[in-house]
């Protein structure tokens, strides 16, 4: 099955923080208005994916490589080619294997404190010929 990922957060996250008027406080954050929180969540997620796409692509495994990471408002989105094509893998394979990472996902404090404040992690796998092989959107833990 196609790989989740290295580490998923930034390894500059004070850049990134920086980058978006400071650490993200949960209290500090849930005192703030509902669109400055998405302003702000957005500002994280956007950072996020260009401190991320300065490293990429990078090989995860023989088969999986992380392309890209892309930012949509509050989601964060991993842009992974699998070698394979899409009808050499049984839809069941990658469906078995995505609790895990959304297990990996949860275990991480980062990540989680991102989706206990309104953020998401979407994860696309493609096979060799760029077609959609498999989706994953992780929004609770």
């Known amino acids: 099955p196609p790989a989740m990922a290295?580490?998923?957060?930034?390894?500059?996250?004070?850049?990134?923080a920086?980058?978006?008027?400071?650490?993200?406080?949960e209290a500090a954050f849930n005192a703030l208005p509902a669109a400055k929180q998405r302003e702000k969540l957005g500002c994280?997620?956007?950072?996020a994916a260009k401190i991320f796409n300065k490293t990429l692509p990078s090989k995860i495994d023989d088969a999986t490589t992380l392309q890209k990471v892309s930012a949509d408002g509050t989601m964060l989105t991993y842009h992974y080619s699998v070698n394979i094509l899409k009808s050499e893998l049984r839809p069941e394979v990658l469906d078995a294997?995505?609790?895990?990472?959304?297990e990996k996902v949860c275990a991480a404090s980062d990540m989680k404190l991102i989706i206990?404040?309104?953020?998401?992690?979407?994860?696309?796998?493609?096979?060799?010929?760029?077609?959609?092989?498999?989706?994953?959107i992780v929004s609770e833990c």
């Open 18 to 25: 920086a980058a978006c008027g400071g650490e993200l406080q």
């Open 97 to 102: 294997f995505k609790p895990s990472v959304t």
């Open 44 to 47: 994280f997620t956007r950072e």
């Open 116 to 136: 206990r404040i309104g953020g998401s992690y979407r994860y696309l796998w493609f096979d060799r010929n760029n077609e959609l092989m498999g989706e994953l």
């Open 6 to 16: 290295q580490s998923n957060a930034p390894s500059d996250a004070s850049a990134v």
